[in-house]
Each structure stands twice: as C-alpha cells, then as structure tokens.
C-alpha cells in the first residue's frame, strides 16, 4: 500500500466560545471553531478577504485545556487530521456529514489581553505515550527587563 498522509495545519482565531462536554465513559471533549483567512486581488485588482470555517474537536487533556483556555477571538495554532463522520438525520432519514479536524496539538498565540489569558501555553495532545510538550520560552511580564530598557511598549508590537 502506498504511503498516505493526513495532516492540517491552522492558524486563526476561535469563532465563538467552545463547547464542552464528556462521553458516557468521562472522556471530555470540545467542540469549537476556528477562522483562517486569505488575502487576494480580485479582478479589478481590489484587495478580498475570504474567511474559512473549521470545525475543530479536541479530547481528554487538550479538551482540559480548551477549556480552561482558550474562548472567542483566541488565536490558536493547531496541528491535526481530517476525519468526516456520517450519520441518519432523525427527522427526515438524511444521511448527513461533517468534515472536522481532530486536534493532535494546540499552541495558544493569544496574549492576555487578547481573551486566552494563557499566554503562549502550548500542549501536544497525544496522552500518555511518551509525548513531550513544548512551553512558551518568553519571558513573563515581570521579568521584561530589556523591553523596558528599550522603552518597547505593548503598541509597538504589530499583532
């Protein structure tokens, strides 16, 4: 069989609060969306933004953290798969679909100000079986000596 590869990788910001629930068995999971745009001349040579939806779920520790972390307008960094699930609408008997992505890693990019009051943590969602997860290597507010020293300020930063 030839190799295949089912990888997605976003960066944009959550659409609306996420949705948080657990399974009969307690797993918790969470449902959320994320929006990514693009940028294109149009054929008067006028600048379009064009702005796709991605329908995202994460389980078990990275749903903790979804929902400790992360709400409407965060900005996010999300490594995962596709996987389209089907199933019989119970009013009208209609096989229904929805594409999703299954988050394998998120990194919060959102300052605190900015809605995730996170920062920059960042988890891999892989539970258990000997994943690493990467921290956020900046330094806290407090400790900002060089940025003070070079009268740097949060509005000088350009996102």
Request: charged share 30%.
């Amino acid at each position: 069989m030839a190799k295949s590869v089912n990888k997605v990788i976003l960066l944009g910001n959550v659409g609306k609060d996420p949705e948080i629930r657990s399974t009969g068995g307690g797993t918790m999971v969470a449902n959320f969306t994320l929006a990514t745009s693009d940028r294109f001349q149009d054929q008067t040579g006028n600048w379009q933004d064009r702005t796709e939806w991605h329908n995202l779920v994460a389980f078990k520790r990275t749903a903790e953290i979804v929902r400790d972390y992360v709400k409407k307008g965060t900005k996010l960094y999300i490594e995962g798969k596709l996987q389209t699930r089907s199933w019989d609408d119970k009013e009208t008997g209609q096989k229904k679909y929805r594409t999703e992505i299954l988050v394998n890693d998120l990194s919060l990019l959102s300052g605190r100000d900015e809605g995730s009051g996170g920062g920059g943590y960042s988890r891999g969602a892989s539970s258990g079986s000997g994943s690493t997860a990467s921290f956020d290597q900046r330094q806290t507010a407090g400790s900002d000596d060089l940025a003070h020293s070079a009268e740097i300020s949060d509005d000088d930063i350009p996102f």
